[in-house]
């Protein structure tokens, strides 16, 4: 069965709802919607796991890998105002305020 975003948001939600307990959370969900398509128990760990993995996905694409140049710019421009934001230095280098250093 496939699930629109909008199930998954209500299947989490009561999933939350009953202290992550997949058995309290597919009887809730089949007690307010009767008439929707009622996911196994074990659904509603899958859709958690999923959301957790897209996020940790997300995160990682919005990371920049810096390279020497752009460390010594960032570095240059705390040397000639200390008081500079981050902000201030990513869009001035237009860079991300995630970025991690290519090692």
């Given at each position: ?38 996911p196994g128990r074990h659904y509603f760990l899958r859709v958690e796991r999923e959301l957790r993995q ?50």
């Amino acid at each position: 069965m496939v699930y629109s975003k909008s199930d998954k948001v209500y299947m989490l939600m009561i999933y939350g709802e009953c202290r992550r307990n997949s058995r309290a959370a597919r009887d809730l969900y089949a007690e307010r919607y009767p008439l929707r398509n009622h996911p196994g128990r074990h659904y509603f760990l899958r859709v958690e796991r999923e959301l957790r993995q897209e996020r940790v996905a997300e995160e990682h694409e919005r990371t920049i890998i810096i390279n020497e140049d752009t460390e010594i710019n960032v570095l240059a421009s705390v040397e000639i105002n200390p008081s500079v934001s981050i902000r201030e230095i990513a869009s001035e280098l237009d860079t991300g305020r995630e970025t991690k250093k290519n090692s």
